[in-house]
């Protein structure tokens, strides 16, 4: 299989410009909202690479000649950098759907939503198409202060429910965390590799604090009445001390933070040649590779490269959620 690529700037196809001058095209994909990332270094010898603009979008797709090329997404260029003595030039551009309006503090509160409710205004405010998973739109959660951006709203949001949101092809997206599961609640199909299909991999457990319970408490300040949500049984409890408002989203909560505080932290990473299809949410079903790896993991960070060893992919994974 020969690597290939293409690269736009500003809708201008400039591969052929920067053929014979790229030393090397990275791709990190980013789990959450966490911006994803195009790196690109170019030989710069003689000053003959035109420099771009700040802010010009590049659009990027990575592929082999004999199957065709996949979209990397749309980048704007955000920071230049020129080396020497030899002579590269460094361009790093952040996705283009990670707008700057996320990240700007509001002072704001919601009242009688839901979190569907929440994350779908958030979205069309910036010009998203919500998408959120049916398990987690009808949350109601009462009275909600803001005094921080929509960014930070959203990642405390998804702490909470156990969620995760991504920007994506001009879509907000809220899942449930390692669920590989689409905004509907249709589970992914996972994609089967073997030791075969692997050039390394390797799996490691830290150990954790382990909860036998955890508790979360609710307050309806409208009716004056209070209690608790409890998952689990026994000791040592996990305490969640910031009230919901109500004793549904109490339980959620709880059973969120029960799901997402395993005994152990369990992560791997794997390289092999690389593929298009395998992207941060990706479901993984190993096989054939031995005790504590074959299962099912979902990549939660991807790093495509392409340089003079050829196209390849580093990703990290954890096990998929029960």
Known sequence: MTPDYKIEANGNDITDTVKDRLISLTVLDEAGLKSDTLVLELDNRGNRVALPAVGARIEVWLGYAESGLASMGTFTADELRVEGPAETLTIVADAADMTESLKEVKERSWHGVTLGDLVSTLAM???????????????????????????????????????????????????????????????????????????????????????????????????????????????????????????????????????????????????????????????????????????????DHVTHTLDSTGYNLRARARPKAS
């Open 125 to 299: 405010e910036h010009g998203f198409t919500p998408q959120i998973h049916s398990s987690l739109e009808k949350i109601a959660l009462g009275h909600l202060d803001q005094a921080e951006s929509d960014l930070h709203l959203l990642t405390r949001l998804g702490t909470r429910y156990g969620a995760m949101a991504k920007t994506a092809a001009g879509r907000l997206l809220f899942l449930p965390r390692g669920k590989a599961a689409t905004a509907s609640g249709t589970a992914i199909p996972p994609v089967h590799l073997t030791a075969q299909d692997l050039t390394r991999w390797s799996m490691r457990q830290v150990a954790r604090k382990a909860y036998s319970s955890t508790l979360a408490f609710w307050q309806d300040t409208d009716r004056g009445a209070k209690g608790h949500a409890l998952v689990g049984a026994g000791h040592p409890q996990r305490v969640l001390t910031v009230p919901s408002p109500t004793p549904e989203a109490a339980y959620t909560k709880a059973l969120a933070a029960h799901r997402t505080a395993p005994q152990q932290e369990t992560t791997l990473a794997i390289e092999c040649a690389g593929r298009f299809d395998l992207m941060t949410g990706t479901p993984l079903d190993l096989r054939e590779i031995g005790p504590g790896i074959d299962g099912p993991w979902v990549l």
